[in-house]
């Protein structure tokens, strides 16, 4: 008796994009690549891989990513690699080791790809999942954290997402971080016992992840007895957040103030934001960004400022309104009868594709009518019928699949006439 082999599966937390779905997917991709070029944003692709130094410099101990959620191991050689969580720090690798910071001036990056983080699986949330988004590395210049969040609702907009919300805060420069850190830490002491395991945790080792907890029973401590972070800005960042609204209110873009947002990263200064949307549920958060304008210092670079945020692929897409019909049909499917008709329909489909028409014949012998199926599950526009007359009279007959019309090519100029009616 043969033996039954298991069936190999997608690891959980992963999955395959089926054609229908990566279709979407390429769409809203392309949406966003136009968005960016009416921002003057170039691409950057980084490696999925880095050493994990890289991330725990720069996303920082006592953050749940570094602690709980890197994919990490040993290489052969000995050195400790992670799957890359977010994109920011390997950006700003990038941009340093090829001296972008030394003939670039203001570099205004985008990238689209896979992270890794050890999550529980939930809707929204994967272990690889996908993200698009922005770096923009060499300003202080408030304007562009407005620029940055607008090319961010422009994106969100071109995707038909509608009703999303945009929190706005201001964690201030290290020292008003640092500042905001010890008056957190004074005003929970009377609390601890209210907040959740992780918390308790994270008052000890790193007292404003609390602000990023999930945990309805830590939102309401903190709520009791923590006003905002405001209070604790100085002058300097102060003004840049003012700047920052005042810049956001010309461009006329709605945004809220939320006092206790933090970023679950410890690079964030100054200007934080998220985009939530109610479709979501409680994991409500579409995209999320801020500057960060100690990061490449603390990189190795210079003392420059940056921006950025990141868009979840797999939230937007179940927080679009209506879903586009995205159906990528080909523009000619060539049917046959007969061997002779198939070596010239194979000829001909491929002489199509050489001059950019996408084309298609098909592989499983199947009879005309079921040919004439697959053109119309295709969805291509134009099909090409080549039989016995056609061989004889060395023709083509075409079909227009959509009004059903037909005509006779000459086999000669079938190529440019194929090329005339696709312009039409």
Known sequence: ??????????????????????????????????????????EMRTPIIEE???????????????????????????????????????????????GMDKNTGLAKLFYIGSMFRA??????????????????????????????????????????????????????????????????????????SDLCDDCKVRYEKNVLRILDCKEEKCKHAIRKVFQGTEAYLCPECKAH???????????????????????????????TFEVTHHKLGAQDAIA???????????LGGPETGACGFAIGMERAAMAIHDMPAVKEGIDIFVATIGDEAYRLGFRLAMELRNVGISADIDYEGRSLKAQMRAADKTGARLTALIGEDEIKNHSITVRNMRTKEQLTIPERSFVPEIERLLEK
């Open 119 to 192: 999550e529980r699986p939930q809707a929204g949330r994967a272990r690889q999942f996908h993200q698009i988004g922005v770096e923009a590395i060499g300003s202080y210049n408030p304007h562009l954290d407005a620029e940055v969040i607008a090319l961010l609702c422009a994106i969100l907009d071109s995707f038909n997402i509608i009703g999303y919300k945009i929190k706005l805060n201001s964690l201030g420069c290290a020292k008003d971080k640092s500042d905001l850190s010890l008056g957190l830490r004074k005003s929970l002491e009377g609390s601890i």
């Open 52 to 98: 994990s130094s890289l991330f725990v410099r720069s996303i920082g101990q006592g953050t749940d990513i570094i602690e709980k959620q890197m994919y990490t191991f040993l290489d052969r050689g000995e050195r400790s690699i992670s799957l890359r969580p977010e994109a920011t720090a390997s950006v700003v690798r990038a941009y340093l080791e090829h």
């Open 241 to 271: 957040f003012d700047s920052v609204k005042s810049a956001l209110d010309i461009l006329k873009v709605d945004y809220q103030i939320e006092p206790h947002l933090v970023r679950g990263l410890d690079y964030y200064t100054k200007t």
């Open 1 to 42: 008796m043969k033996e039954i082999k298991a069936q190999i599966k997608a690891l959980r937390g992963t999955k395959d994009l089926l054609p229908e779905e990566a279709r979407l997917w390429t769409f809203l991709e392309e949406k966003a690549r136009g968005v960016f070029a009416c921002f003057d944003f170039s």
């Open 288 to 298: 999320a960004g801020g500057r960060y304008d100690n990061l490449v210092s603390d």
